[in-house]
């Protein structure tokens, strides 16, 4: 935990933009395997590094994948 805040810093930083699988499950609030269908099937973009092991993605691909999935709401909500 304490690892994660200091490479966060880090990242700033340095400018760097890049999240890794668990980062950009966190900020789509979905999970890992829901990421990794979705490159299987082509909607989401991401970098591959060391091979195809290590994923890597630009937290704007992860928002255009958020907005391409969304389905415009009819009438009231009922979430609320």
Same mark, same amino acid.
């Given at each position: 935990?304490?690892?994660? %805040?200091?490479?966060?810093?880090?990242? /700033?930083?340095? $400018?760097?933009?890049? *999240?890794?699988? #668990?980062? &950009?499950?966190?900020? @789509?609030?979905?999970?890992?395997?829901?990421?990794?269908?979705?490159?299987? %099937?082509?909607?989401?973009?991401?970098? /591959?590094?060391? $091979?195809?092991?290590? *994923?890597?993605? #630009?937290? &704007?691909?992860?928002? @255009?994948?958020?907005?391409?999935?969304?389905?415009?709401?009819?009438?009231?909500?009922?979430?609320?």
């Amino acid at each position: 935990m304490n690892d994660e %805040r200091i490479d966060s810093q880090d990242r /700033r930083a340095s $400018g760097a933009v890049w *999240l890794t699988l #668990r980062q &950009a499950a966190a900020r @789509a609030a979905v999970s890992e395997g829901t990421l990794k269908r979705e490159i299987q %099937r082509g909607r989401i973009r991401c970098a /591959r590094v060391g $091979g195809r092991r290590h *994923l890597r993605f #630009r937290a &704007a691909w992860i928002d @255009a994948w958020l907005d391409a999935s969304t389905t415009p709401s009819e009438g009231p909500s009922r979430l609320v």
